[in-house]
């Protein structure tokens, strides 16, 4: 099951016409933070940052590490799956299993 970090910006989504060049400045500084744990695809969308492990050994300690960038104020770990009910619903008892 592929999982993937969301993590949520704090008061960037108040910026005006140059939100963008904060935003790429917070990719690079999560891209970088994350360099020594793995792998990772980083990229913006919806006031959103997706951070895709492709090649990791520690997840654990990655999302720590996500939860310690400034300027993000909230973070998920999610399990990838189709936009289909069933598939989510079965997705769902999958992932939240041991909880």
Known sequence: ???VFLLKFG???????NRLKFENRLVKLVRT????YGTFEVY???SVLFVEPI???DLE?????????F?????????????????ACKT??????DM
């Open 1 to 3: 099951m592929r999982e």
């Open 33 to 36: 933070r994350m360099y020594k």
């Open 92 to 97: 769902a008892e999958t992932y939240l299993a």
């Open 11 to 17: 008061e960037l989504v108040l910026k005006g016409l």
């Open 55 to 57: 090649e990791c050994e």
């Open 61 to 69: 300690a990655a999302f720590d590490a996500c939860r310690k960038i």
């Open 71 to 87: 300027g993000i104020v909230a973070v998920q770990r999610c399990a990838v799956c189709d936009k289909d009910i069933m598939v």
């Open 44 to 46: 913006a969308k919806q």
